[in-house]
């Protein structure tokens, strides 16, 4: 399955960086981008999380605000210790399995590494913008910027 813009996300749960559980109906009637990644540490999974770091109060300073989530294969405590050492504010999220990556279709790059996605998710959880940031983790949020102010004016 793979989830395209104007479809709608359908609920899933993992697990996040402190170990609690998290369900996306949690966030239900928020503006959330859903960004994957491939792996704690590889650097330029680094420098996505610190581009999403460094603008996460003006995410959140939208009208509506918008949540930020990090999804990878990392285990629990890879994503305690990453989030601890970027002192990352948002939440991470463990998909050892790739059930949510695969829903959402984001791809292996030949076939075992993880490719770098973002997908917009509204507050009815329909997606309304997609981009692929494989090579450009630090433009991918100045891209997602730009198509939330599209989206609200």
Not at 7 to 23: A, C, I, M, R, Y
Request: charged share 25%; aromatic share 12%; glycine share 8%.
């Amino acid at each position: 399955m793979t989830l395209q813009v104007g479809e709608v996300v359908p609920d899933f749960g993992l697990t996040t960086s402190e170990g609690e559980d998290f369900s996306l109906d949690n966030l239900e009637g928020q503006w959330k981008i859903l960004f994957f990644y491939a792996k704690s540490g590889s650097p330029t999974c680094k420098r996505g999380c610190l581009s999403f770091k460094e603008q996460y109060e003006l995410f959140r300073s939208l009208k509506p605000p918008v949540e930020v989530i990090g999804i990878s294969q990392d285990s629990v405590e890879q994503h305690k210790e990453f989030k601890k050492e970027l002192e990352l504010p948002f939440i991470l999220l463990s998909d050892p399995d790739r059930k949510v990556a695969d829903m959402f279709g984001v791809p292996l790059h030949l076939g075992k590494f993880p490719s770098k996605s973002s997908f917009v998710v509204g507050p009815d959880n329909t997606i309304h913008h997609v981009y692929d940031w494989l090579f450009r983790p630090r433009k991918h949020v100045a891209v997602i910027l730009s198509a939330l102010s599209g989206m609200n004016e």
